[in-house]
């Protein structure tokens, strides 16, 4: 199950690794996405932190780490083709996976029907 951050990262859950990646709302709000600036493997970061920052036609975005954890992976493909999230944000077009340090953190997220409604009321 997909959970929701404010700043419209989404994380899916697998035991103690969490893929992260930005929502489709998200991405249909940057625009053609032009390059990604990945996250290093083996960095740890704070809820919160800035862990990646996504470069669109439009305008440069950072995106924010949703839990605490240390990253394990990165989507290498995204070097090459940055477009993969506009094509499926919310699947091939992920980001990143981290290991969990905190996973009472995901409390705090939303579920889909808490971030639709987050979207309609942001504008």
């Known amino acids: 199950m997909k959970k929701y951050a404010a700043t419209h990262e989404w994380v899916s859950v697998e035991g103690k690794i969490a893929t992260i990646g930005i929502s489709d ?15 290093e493997v083996g960095k740890s970061y704070k809820k919160g932190d ?11 975005s950072d ?23 506009n094509d499926d944000a919310e699947g091939e077009g992920w980001i990143a996976k981290m290991e969990i340090s905190n996973e009472s953190e995901l409390d705090s997220l939303m579920d889909l029907e808490a971030y639709k409604k987050h979207c309609e009321e942001e504008g």
């Open 25 to 39: 709302h998200a991405q249909d709000h940057l625009g053609d996405i032009v390059y990604v600036d990945l996250p």
């Open 63 to 85: 995106i924010y780490a949703p839990v605490s954890g240390k990253v394990v992976e990165v989507n290498e493909e995204l070097d090459s083709s940055p477009e993969k999230i």
């Open 50 to 60: 800035v862990f990646c920052t996504i470069e669109s036609v439009k305008a440069a």
